[in-house]
């Protein structure tokens, strides 16, 4: 199953189930909201989900485009993406959780025809806080499934401040042909974890204390590229049609390691994104974001030959991701954006070896140091560590 065909797959069962499709495109969220980009499906439904009226409704769907940087050192794994998009579902005050978790099961079983013994969920148990959540373990009992309790791993929060509750995570078996399932989602990582189901009950005070919402919700969501990896049967995420053709032309253009050439495409295909949703590279607020994501990947590339240029880059690569996200920006303006800010870092090279061949910074580097650097010379600690090692 394709990705295009993964996502109508899901839009269309909530559809059918009176969710109306909400906007999800855009990494930037609104002009009030404090945040540099979206960071997931239900964060710009937030005040829908503490009690304000959505115009389209109290049942809902979207596919979401977002980004984290959180986990920028981890990318080049067989998981982790900068760019993603969720897809998610949620009932405002509306229908409960324990429908949300039957029309869960109905949907990856018949419509992602994944089999029930596949399966395997876990539920929150409860603490000294909150008892556990009865109304999920019965439901998935009723429907046949395996289920873990834990405490830790089940309960979702937005911050240590704001909205939260249990939630019920459903996992697939990813063992193979010929590998009966194992264990389970606490003791066999195979188990990966598909869909959260959020039961959002609470919100938590500055003071720690837990309050209930006067709208119980339901907020779920389930990544794109994680399930596109498992249902395509694939161990990584860079072997799905979503980084087709990006695993194509890459490698050959550019030989790397695995994750080298992992993290260049996940990051060249973020700033890719980024970039056509109208940001451009700066030293401040999104535009840096965008700017250490092009200055990653050019240190990544001049590493093993300084020669190696983004201008090189196929612009079936940049138009494929442009038609992806859904945006109208065209690929050789976003080219002009990339190649502009590798001259920019290339000339802010050359001036920071010039000036740390000084013999002011012969030895170990102190704290004071590093500010001069960056305060005076705009040389950030990461790029001076990256210059005295290479």
């Known amino acids: ?6 996502i109508r797959t899901f839009t269309d069962y909530f559809r059918e189930h009176g969710h109306e499709l909400v906007t999800g495109g855009t990494l930037l969220p609104p002009p009030s909201d404090p945040v540099l980009f979206t960071t997931s499906g239900m964060h710009p439904l937030t005040p829908c989900l503490e009690g304000s009226p959505h115009p389209q409704g109290r049942r809902l769907t979207s596919v979401q485009r977002c980004l984290r940087t959180t986990d920028l050192d981890e990318v080049g794994d067989r998981t982790h993406l900068t760019v993603f998009e969720m897809l998610g579902s949620w009932s405002l005050g509306d229908y409960g959780h324990s429908q949300s978790l039957r029309w869960g099961y109905e949907l990856l079983r018949d419509g992602f025809g994944i089999p029930p ?17 009865d109304e999920s373990l019965a439901t998935w009992r009723e429907l046949g499934l395996p289920v873990e309790l834990t405490s830790d791993e089940n309960w979702w ?5 704001g909205l939260c509750g249990p939630d019920s995570e459903i996992f697939v078996w990813t063992g193979g042909p010929g590998t009966p399932p194992q264990g389970g989602p606490t003791t066999d990582p195979r188990w990966v974890e598909v869909w959260n189901h959020v039961s959002m009950r609470y919100r938590r005070g500055e003071d720690g204390s837990l309050r209930p919402l006067p709208q119980p919700n339901v907020d779920t969501g389930m990544g794109l590229e994680r399930l596109a990896t498992v249902l395509q049967g694939h161990d990584c995420v860079y072997d799905s049609d979503l980084f087709e053709p990006w695993t194509r032309l890459l490698p050959p253009l550019w030989a790397m390691d695995e994750p080298s050439t992992r993290l260049v495409c996940d990051h060249l295909r973020s700033a890719v994104a980024v970039t056509g949703d109208g940001v451009r590279p700066s030293h401040t607020g999104r535009g840096y974001v965008l700017r250490r994501l092009i200055r990653r990947v050019l240190t990544t590339l001049w590493r093993d030959d300084p020669s190696r240029t983004l201008s090189d880059l196929p612009a079936e690569l940049l138009g494929h991701t442009l038609d992806h996200f859904r945006q109208p920006d065209d690929p050789g303006r976003v080219r002009e954006v990339l190649v502009d800010e590798e001259r920019r870092f290339g000339s802010l090279l050359e001036r920071g070896r010039r000036v740390l061949d000084r013999p002011r910074f012969e030895g170990p580097l102190t704290g004071e140091d590093y500010r001069y650097l960056h305060d005076t010379h705009g040389l950030p600690r990461d790029l001076v560590t990256t210059l005295r090692t290479s």
Do not use: L, N
């Open 1 to 6: 199953m394709d990705t295009d065909r993964i």
């Open 157 to 161: 929060s937005h911050g240590p401040v």
């Open 117 to 133: 013994e596949r399966m395997y969920v876990t539920v929150f148990g409860g603490d000294e806080e909150v008892g556990p959540d």
